[in-house]
């Protein structure tokens, strides 16, 4: 573990060590990045590609798997659920989750700070235990199957953990910054808005993708809350991999699987570097 | 606010709107957060409680009769309600301790200098943004003891074939399996950051003072990243407690009860044999059981700091 610094002297004393951990961590990135790889490649096999032994990297590519299966499913419907739902989420948490951020971070009444802690508490709370009652609740209000009762049920742990992540920014930033602008005669609203929000954008964008991330991919709320206009991409796909009547259709799941993970795979590498920083800052500072 | 009140002669301004206004506009930045999570968090737990001590009408879907601690017997009676409490539990034990050791070891590896570094560092972004429910899936096609290639490739070197979804004992196995693949990388990624920002004049001081590599790390590296270790370990803890999507995407609880996680189980109690009195009352026993640890993991943490 020494070896973590990276000084000069230590290096050219051990090079062999550097070599070992450069091809080690390689080796680990390939192996962990392999299933997606593999899922991506069934993703374009004809069915007789698929069942074969031994399992074949060479076939001739084909998109029908795509074409037959979205055809036939309502895969693009619930493409667009997911993205209204996951969308919708992110930025109601965003708005609220990065306000109440900024209380915590800033400024000093009693009873906020207790509440600020029993909200990151609630980050505790087992899902199936908000679950059952949103059923009950949402079915006597004649609310399943909708957007919207979907998007404030993913309000529970979006904005606990924006204002989590928000928090720890915040704090990093320099108080001078607000202080002198409500010197000059604004308010700590148009303090918030016009300085600290812009000056966070990398946070906050950052944030905000990770929150639609979590809530595209949330399966038991968007199981529990819709049965069938608004439901979600998560539900296809579990409902493909546990169909133990005609055997899992794997050309269906690794189709529908790669459309679910490539867009958020885009995104999160685009702001991978405020990504990690975030991650990492939420988790120490938080 | 004291800053803006200290400062007279320029705040004159501000001072004018008085304090109420102040006071107001401290509590606006929390009211969203705090009017939503109460409707759709806290009102829902209340819900649950109250369900939990009642009786469900199933044709109108409210509870109706108060039963007192009826619906908790009836929970703690069944034996596969504890079943769900113990595979939950097998499942944290192996499943935490490998994703910390492994997140740990694996940034140790990726942080050597070298150009693709950063490259390597993003794609280990990857596996962490799949979806869960995916991740069960298509490790669920990797593993297939007929079609799979897992097991055709363990055959070449001599092992197997191995029964990872249909065998009890090697069921759980499979899921702490794909669990790690999914959530090792995220403790990787906060390990990394962790591991640079470690100070390096501590470790000079050791090499010019000829401490061996065991002695440097167990008590300068280890000791600087217990903080980190135990942060990272609750947040992962709190994330896995609620597993679900995979579990029900890979197994379905299966063979037997031999994965049924306590989520999951309460999930096919309620959804699936519409129990929801029963369910109401498991999951505040799990919500009560969550409290507690993670109550007591949050002042380890704060005991580990203060001892370092």
Redesign the interface.
């Known amino acids: ?7 000069a002297g ?2 050219r004393k051990r090079p062999i060590g ?1 070599y070992v ?2 091809a ?3 080796t ?2 390939i192996m ?2 392999f ?2 790889f ?2 991506v490649l ?1 993703s374009f096999k004809m069915p007789r590609d ?6 074949t990297f060479f076939f001739t590519p084909t998109i029908e798997t795509y074409t037959s299966y979205l055809q036939h499913a309502d895969i693009p419907n619930r493409m667009l659920n997911t993205v209204i739902v996951a969308c919708g989420a992110g930025l ?1 948490s965003i ?3 990065s ?2 951020g ?2 915590l971070a800033r ?1 000093k ?1 009693k009873g ?1 700070a207790t ?2 802690a029993l ?1 990151l ?17 949402a ?2 209000l004649g609310l399943t199957d909708k957007h919207i009762t979907l998007i ?2 993913y ?2 742990f979006l ?2 953990y924006v ?1 989590w992540l928000m928090r720890g920014f915040f704090k990093a930033l320099p108080e001078e910054l607000e ?1 002198s602008a ?2 000059d ?1 604004c ?3 148009g303090a ?1 808005f016009r300085i600290i929000v812009p000056i966070s954008l990398p946070g906050l964008l950052s944030t905000l993708i990770f929150s639609v ?1 979590l809530a ?2 949330e ?2 709320f968007a ?2 809350l819709t049965n069938r206009y608004a439901s979600t ?2 539900v296809a ?2 409902g ?3 169909d ?1 009547v005609n055997g ?1 259709n ?1 050309g269906a ?2 189709a529908v ?1 790669t459309l ?2 490539l867009p ?2 885009v995104f ?2 685009l702001v ?1 570097k405020w ?3 975030g ?2 800052d ?3 500072k ?1 | 606010m004291t800053v803006v009140d200290q400062m007279a002669p320029g705040a004159r301004r501000i001072r004018g709107r008085g304090r109420a206004a102040d006071v107001v506009s401290r509590w606006a930045f929390m009211a969203p957060a705090a009017l939503l999570l109460l409707a759709v968090l806290a009102y829902p737990i209340f819900y649950t409680i109250q369900i939990s001590f009642a009786e469900l009408d199933l044709g109108t879907f409210t509870a109706t009769e108060w039963v007192g601690w009826d619906n908790y017997l009836t929970v703690i009676e069944d034996e596969r309600f504890w079943n769900s409490l113990e595979v939950t539990g097998i499942y944290l034990v192996l499943a935490l301790p490998l994703q910390m050791v492994l997140g740990f070891g694996i940034a140790f590896l990726i942080n050597a200098e070298w150009k693709g570094r950063g490259l390597i560092r993003a794609l280990f972004i990857i596996p962490m943004v799949v979806a869960p429910v995916v991740a069960g899936g298509v490790w669920r096609m990797m593993l297939d003891p007929l079609w799979g290639l897992v097991n055709y490739w363990m055959g070449l070197v001599g092992l197997g074939p191995f029964d990872w979804l249909g065998d009890p004992k090697l069921a759980m196995i499979t899921i702490v399996i794909i669990d790690t693949w999914r959530w090792t990388p995220f403790v990787t990624l906060i390990a990394t950051a962790a591991l640079l920002s470690l100070p390096r004049d501590v470790f000079e001081a050791a090499e010019i003072d000829g401490a061996n590599w065991w002695t440097t790390f167990w008590s300068i590296t280890l000791p600087l990243l217990v903080p980190i270790i135990a942060a990272t370990f609750v947040v992962r803890w709190l994330g896995a407690v609620k597993m679900f999507d995979i579990a029900l995407a890979a197994t379905n609880g299966g063979p037997g009860r031999a994965t049924s996680v306590i989520n999951l189980f309460i999930y096919e109690e309620a959804f699936r044999s519409l129990k929801f009195a029963e369910s109401a009352a498991m999951a505040v026993i799990v919500l009560v059981i969550t409290m507690v640890l993670t109550a007591v993991f949050l002042r380890g943490t704060r005991k580990l700091e203060g001892m370092y």
């Open positions: 573990m020494s070896a973590t610094l990276t000084l230590r290096r550097r951990r450069i080690g961590g390689i680990a990135c962990f990045l299933p997606i593999w899922m069934t698929i069942f074969t032994t031994p399992p109601i708005a609220a989750g306000m109440a900024y209380a400024i009444v906020l509440m600020g909200i508490l609630s980050r505790g709370v087992p899902p199936i235990a908000l679950a059952v009652p949103m059923f009950l609740v079915r006597n404030l049920a309000c529970t904005i606990p204002m202080e409500m010197l005669g308010s700590r609203f918030f991330i595209w991919e399966l038991l199981l529990v991409i998560p796909i579990a493909i991999a546990g133990s899992a794997w799941l690794t699987g679910t993970v958020v795979v999160a590498l991978q990504l990690i920083k991650l990492a939420g988790a120490t938080g």
